[in-house]
């Protein structure tokens, strides 16, 4: 099996959602004897802290599931990123972008409009001109990079959910306040890191077409996807904090201990029988073709 990581952001405990999708990727590169790796994808250090990236590998330690060499934090990495953009940018792949969160969804949402999706950048500065940007920057608006998409539209294969056709859109390679973006990062960390599947949540499935196109400008190999179905909370939404007994502390204090938990994550991912144990005990007879792909709700969130 292809080598694999877990990425989460240090902003909070992991609750039952992340916990299931680490579980998954470890089980995909474990099966097949290959190295999983633990990255902190922790850009904006306003939100991320060590009290959460402890607490973070705790709990998954305390499920059996372990990593190769040092924790990677993107925090670190900065001139990493900043190279991949110099890169695209001496090659007229990158413009800068004035436009604030709003006016992008205005754009985009307008009927008539410019024909994307909902969320996708419609290209509004894409053809600025010199003068345009003087007075946008004289108003004291400081850019963006984005990337100059040279694709409307992509498809990668899944190997859960088969193929995944997306829009590619401009994405954001750097904040205005310059902190690199998450596109950009995990692209550029997927390839330093040598990993060849990415194992996560389902919702991220349709970034997958944008973050191929931007490796393949970088010159990158592609990694492989598998999005696994999501664990939504009892009114049919994404599991949240509200919902409950949501953490691994919180399962604990109601008399549910990480080989309990295992077995439950375990069982919802079509694997083992639902008994207490660690995730060492499903490596052997791991099957990816059983892992379900509907949303799971927990029977319990409290004890």
Request: proline share 7%; net charge negative; with cysteine.
């Amino acid at each position: 099996m292809p080598s694999g990581r877990f990425a989460p952001s240090p902003t909070g405990d992991l609750h039952l959602g992340n916990l299931r999708t680490a579980l998954a990727a470890w089980l995909f590169a474990r099966s097949g004897g290959s190295t999983f790796v633990l990255r902190m994808e922790d850009l904006d250090r306003n939100q991320s802290s060590a009290d959460h990236e402890t607490s973070q590998q705790r709990d998954l330690a305390a499920l059996g599931i372990d990593w190769d060499g040092a924790v990677v934090r993107q925090s670190e990495r900065f001139a990493i990123y900043e190279e991949a953009i110099s890169d695209l940018t001496a090659r007229g792949l990158t413009y800068p972008c004035y436009c604030t969160r709003r006016e992008i969804q205005e754009a985009s949402s307008a009927p008539h409009g410019d024909g994307m999706p909902d969320g996708a950048y419609p290209g509004t500065c894409r053809d600025l001109t010199p003068a345009m940007r003087r007075e946008r920057e004289a108003a004291g608006r400081r850019p963006a990079i984005r990337l100059r998409a040279q694709v409307s539209e992509l498809t990668v294969d899944d190997v859960l959910l088969g193929p995944v056709t997306a829009t590619v859109d401009d994405v954001v390679l750097r904040r205005n306040d310059g902190v690199p973006a998450y596109n950009l990062a995990v692209v550029v960390d997927d390839a330093a890191q040598g990993i060849e599947q990415v194992v996560r949540g389902d919702d991220l499935a349709t970034s997958a077409p944008r973050q191929r196109h931007l490796a393949d400008l970088l010159g990158l190999l592609p990694v492989s996807y598998a999005h696994v179905p999501l664990v939504l909370g009892p009114t049919g939404t994404r599991l949240a904090k509200r919902d409950g007994a949501v953490t691994l502390a919180e399962q604990k204090a109601r008399g549910v201990g990480p080989p309990e938990l295992c077995g439950m994550l375990a069982r919802s991912l079509g694997q083992g029988d639902g008994r207490a144990c660690s995730a060492d005990d499903l490596v052997e007879g791991f099957d990816a073709t059983a892992i379900p792909r509907e949303p799971w709700t927990p029977a319990r969130l409290v004890g």
